[in-house]
Each structure stands twice: as structure tokens, then as C-alpha cells.
């Protein structure tokens, strides 16, 4: 335990997501050290992103505008949409340089223990995006985890009506990966998105 602000301060970085304890000292007593003008600036950017960053009201990924920087780029394909879970997907996705269409970020993905359900997630928009008829393909790439997995079932579920296509990003082995190593899920998962090559 440190004194007053000091603690607050580590209480405070504690609270960060991956900031355990320890790290959140670290990082404290790094900040004690390091030049006020450095300091300064961090703390003007955490004020500026609070102020001008919000969320895309077409997608839900960040933007500093009413729209983000894919919505607004006309070159898109809007007949596809890749479904996320959260903005930090996007630009997993995009560093692939293989998806040219737009994306919907959920906010998160269903999970009934952690008590997000449906309805605490951005499916309602999404369903309301796909009415016009402009989307021909919907790319679910939630996380290949539980909760993901529930989540791309139950929109799969919900928009099967609709008759789109609906296809799910391809799990399985990772490239430098060994099979005795592969536990049953994602071998299972590797043998059903098996593709030709010969």
C-alpha cells in the first residue's frame, strides 16, 4: 500500500483490462518518473479520445465522425457484411487485406453467466441493415470460443428467414501448429473445413 494518490493511482490502472496488480504498479511508477511533458500528453489524449472518438451509427466501429472511415468509403462492397464481435476485429480483418466489403461490430458477444444476452448486443441494427435487401452475404467472425460460437448460431438462427447467405470464417489448425498438440475441438473443426487441393 502506497500513499494517497499513488494508490489511487495503481487502484485506478488496476482497474484496466490485463492490468493486474503488479503491472499496475509498474506502470504507476513508471509515470512517477517519467518526463511531466510525456505525462501531460497522455493525459490530454485520454481526455481527447473521451471527446472526440465515438461509434459508428451505421456499424458501431470507432470513428471520429457520424460515420467510421469503411462505412464512408463508397469503394466498399456493401453487399457483404462481416459480423464482429468488438472494433479491435476490424482491424484484425482488415490487416488480412482479403475482406473488401463493410462490417457490424455487436459490442461484445452472448454470454448468459456474464449476463449478456441478445438484446444487450447491436443485433436489433444489424437485423434492420439487412432489410433493405442490399446485403447478399453475411460473414459471421465472432471468436472461435464458447460464447462466440453461441453468438454466430443464434444470429445464423435469426436471419436464416431472410434468406441470405450466411457463411462462418473457417477454425482449425494454425499455421506452425502440431496435430498431436491440436486438442479435439478445433481438429474436429479442421477435418469439416477441409478443402480440395488436388
Given at each position: 500500500m502506497y500513499e494517497g494518490i499513488v494508490q489511487d493511482l495503481i487502484d485506478e490502472l488496476g482497474r484496466l483490462p490485463g492490468i493486474g496488480p503488479k503491472s499496475a504498479q509498474r506502470i504507476a511508477f513508471h509515470l512517477l518518473s517519467a518526463d511531466p511533458v510525456d505525462v501531460r500528453r497522455l493525459a490530454a489524449t485520454l481526455n481527447e479520445i473521451k471527446d472526440k472518438v465515438r461509434f459508428c451509427r451505421t456499424c458501431f466501429n470507432v470513428a471520429q465522425a457520424e460515420l467510421c472511415r469503411i462505412c464512408a468509403d463508397h469503394r466498399r462492397d456493401p453487399a457483404q457484411i462481416c459480423?464482429?464481435?468488438?472494433p479491435k476485429d476490424v482491424v484484425a480483418v482488415e490487416r488480412t487485406r482479403e475482406f473488401r466489403g463493410r462490417y457490424h461490430v455487436?459490442?461484445?458477444a452472448i454470454n448468459p453467466i456474464g449476463g449478456v444476452g441478445p438484446d444487450d448486443l447491436h443485433i436489433r441494427e444489424l437485423i434492420a441493415r439487412l432489410a433493405d435487401g442490399?446485403?447478399?452475404?453475411?460473414?459471421?467472425?465472432?471468436?472461435?470460443?464458447?460464447?462466440?460460437?453461441v453468438t454466430a448460431s443464434y444470429?445464423?438462427?435469426q436471419i436464416a428467414p431472410m434468406g441470405l447467405k450466411v457463411t462462418r470464417l473457417a477454425?482449425?489448425?494454425?499455421?506452425?501448429?502440431?496435430?498431436?498438440?491440436?486438442?479435439?475441438?478445433?481438429?474436429?473443426?479442421?477435418?469439416?473445413?477441409?478443402?480440395?487441393?488436388?
Amino acid at each position: 500500500m502506497y500513499e494517497g494518490i499513488v494508490q489511487d493511482l495503481i487502484d485506478e490502472l488496476g482497474r484496466l483490462p490485463g492490468i493486474g496488480p503488479k503491472s499496475a504498479q509498474r506502470i504507476a511508477f513508471h509515470l512517477l518518473s517519467a518526463d511531466p511533458v510525456d505525462v501531460r500528453r497522455l493525459a490530454a489524449t485520454l481526455n481527447e479520445i473521451k471527446d472526440k472518438v465515438r461509434f459508428c451509427r451505421t456499424c458501431f466501429n470507432v470513428a471520429q465522425a457520424e460515420l467510421c472511415r469503411i462505412c464512408a468509403d463508397h469503394r466498399r462492397d456493401p453487399a457483404q457484411i462481416c459480423v464482429v464481435e468488438e472494433p479491435k476485429d476490424v482491424v484484425a480483418v482488415e490487416r488480412t487485406r482479403e475482406f473488401r466489403g463493410r462490417y457490424h461490430v455487436l459490442g461484445g458477444a452472448i454470454n448468459p453467466i456474464g449476463g449478456v444476452g441478445p438484446d444487450d448486443l447491436h443485433i436489433r441494427e444489424l437485423i434492420a441493415r439487412l432489410a433493405d435487401g442490399t446485403v447478399t452475404e453475411l460473414i459471421l467472425a465472432t471468436d472461435p470460443n464458447t460464447e462466440g460460437e453461441v453468438t454466430a448460431s443464434y444470429l445464423a438462427r435469426q436471419i436464416a428467414p431472410m434468406g441470405l447467405k450466411v457463411t462462418r470464417l473457417a477454425s482449425g489448425l494454425p499455421m506452425g501448429g502440431d496435430l498431436e498438440w491440436a486438442d479435439e475441438v478445433t481438429l474436429g473443426r479442421a477435418f469439416e473445413g477441409r478443402r480440395v487441393v488436388a
